[in-house]
Nanobody, 132 residues
Framework: EVQLVESGGGLVQAGGSLRLSCAAS????????IGWFRQAPGKEREGVSCIRSSDGKSDGSTAYIDSVKGRFTISSDNAKNTVYLQMNSLKPEDTAVYYC?????????????????????WGQGTQVTVSS
């Protein structure tokens, strides 16, 4: 059974930083795509970033939505079966529940300007609140 557990959320002032973690289990962590999504109150869930790994090592395939480029960095530690989302220069509009999800791909759609993950399994989410 695939399990994803997010952690690292919290309350931070605008301009601050947080690092989210997504600990994965129940599947072989050498060929995967994992995405970070967020959902703010009253808004639809949106993909934020994703990372693709194959053959036990990250092949460098990552994608970000425009609003977080240059501020957020996704990375993975395959030895720990964990994917991270380093979030710097946080803004109040980053406030949301953040979820990680396994998926079948990690690509960027240049027309829709969204990441494409096709999520299959979700974590429970972690709250990120950025105060102004």
């Amino acid at each position: 059974e695939v399990q994803l557990v997010e952690s690292g959320g919290g309350l931070v002032q605008a301009g601050g930083s947080l690092r989210l973690s997504c600990a994965a289990s129940g599947f072989t962590f050498d060929d995967y795509a994992i995405g970070w999504f967020r959902q703010a109150p009253g808004k639809e869930r949106e993909g934020v970033s994703c990372i693709r790994s194959s053959d036990g090592k990250s092949d460098g395939s990552t994608a970000y939505i425009d609003s977080v480029k240059g501020r957020f960095t996704i990375s993975s530690d395959n030895a720990k079966n964990t994917v991270y989302l380093q979030m710097n220069s946080l803004k109040p509009e980053d406030t949301a529940v953040y979820y990680c999800a396994t998926g079948s791909r990690c690509t960027w759609d240049p027309l829709l300007r969204t990441i494409v993950v096709v999520p299959r399994s979700w974590g429970q989410g972690t709250q990120v609140t950025v105060s102004s």
